[in-house]
């Protein structure tokens, strides 16, 4: 049986699945923290080794399970994307222009999904519940662990090309959606969970949508660049 499965704000397993996805988030940059430059860059690796173990295991279970299609489990929702930039970003030499895209994708999106948690492909099994968390937590520690402790940065206008760019994938991922009865980005039909961020029918919760994003993307580089969270390291 392949449900959805939306865990109510502020409910009990809210706020449990919560803690301690946030008790993860913080060990791990507590660990990076205190680290020598070489060992860095090893947890960061070893991190991501686990990341994609889990990540393979994931689609063998829904195999398994009869539950894995197109319309369901291509990484094309903005976790997806994150969660395979995830799975090779330290591995390649040029990562700025990724990273810039993980970081927003990453901590916007992966925020976004632990506040609204909507697990469309539960089966009833505690794996898909634990690795709903997991992954999700995981796309916002990389970004941040690369930002604090890699000598990674934002640059000048990094929100206003990720939004670009998440227009271009717009225009590609929605006739998919209809060709394949999907829902990638939600951009066929609004999650079916209550988001603060989404209202009315379609097309118009996609315009709210596109000005709630942009400003996101504004917020986000001007805090991790004001005096509170910059990474004074880069300067």
Known sequence: MDVNYAISFMSKDWIVANSISIL???SCLLIGKSLSKKNVEIFAKYFTYVFIVVYIIYHINHIIDGTWSLNKRLPLH?????????CFILFIDKKQYWFE???????????????????DNYTGTNFFYLEYFYSHTSIIILPLYMY?????????????RVFLILN?????????DFLIDANYMYLKDPPAVDHPLVSGEWPYYLVNLEFAVLFLLYFTYHL???PLLKNKSTN
Do not use: E, Q
């Not at 903005?78 to 995830?86: A, D, E, K, N, Q």
């Not at 916007?108 to 697990?119: E, F, M, Q």
């Not at 604090?148 to 206003?160: A, I, Q, V």
């Not at 271009?168 to 998919?176: A, E, R, W, Y």
């Open 168 to 176: 271009i994938l717009l225009v590609f991922i929605m006739p998919i």
């Open 24 to 26: 993860y988030l913080i």
């Open 101 to 119: 895209f993980l970081f927003y994708a990453g901590v916007l999106g992966g925020l976004n999904a632990l506040l609204t948690p909507l697990i």
């Open 224 to 226: 991790f660049n004001s």
């Open 78 to 86: 903005l976790c997806g994307f994150s969660s395979v930039i995830t």
């Open 148 to 160: 604090y402790y890699m000598g990674m940065k934002l640059t000048k206008y990094s929100w206003l």
